[in-house]
């Protein structure tokens, strides 16, 4: 189930940057940028739940998910309060190559890759 999670995640998260692209494009979102928090997105919601088990929240690989996925969310958000107020190349600078929201989200997405891994 973990492992299954885990894609869902990769998967979902991997939307919120064209839905950012969206919104940076048009100065609104085709579908819109909600769960700002971690916690409310559907990874996360799996994430602070009950279905993992007390090893898996204990491991590195967890927290490393964890910390990242905070910081993935920060960044969604910050791009998408400068794209609505009209700031658009500061945030495309953000989703640049170089950029602080493509740093987390790949680093994210390693964290999640290596977590999947980790599981047995």
Not at 62 to 85: C, D, G, N
């Amino acid at each position: 189930m973990e492992k299954q999670e885990i894609n869902n995640a990769i998967s979902e998260h991997a939307m919120w940057k064209l839905n950012l692209q969206a919104l940076i494009r048009r100065g609104k979102l085709e579908l819109p940028v909600r769960q700002a928090k971690d916690n409310e997105c559907e990874f996360g919601k799996w994430f602070y739940g009950p279905s993992i088990i007390p090893r898996q929240r204990s491991s590195a690989h967890y927290k490393r998910v964890k910390q990242l996925h905070i910081l993935f969310h920060e960044v969604a958000a910050k791009v998408a309060e400068l794209a609505s107020r009209g700031e658009k190349e500061e945030a495309e600078r953000l989703m640049g190559f170089d950029g602080e929201y493509t740093a987390i989200s790949n680093e994210l997405m390693e964290a999640l890759g290596r977590w999947k891994e980790s599981i047995r």
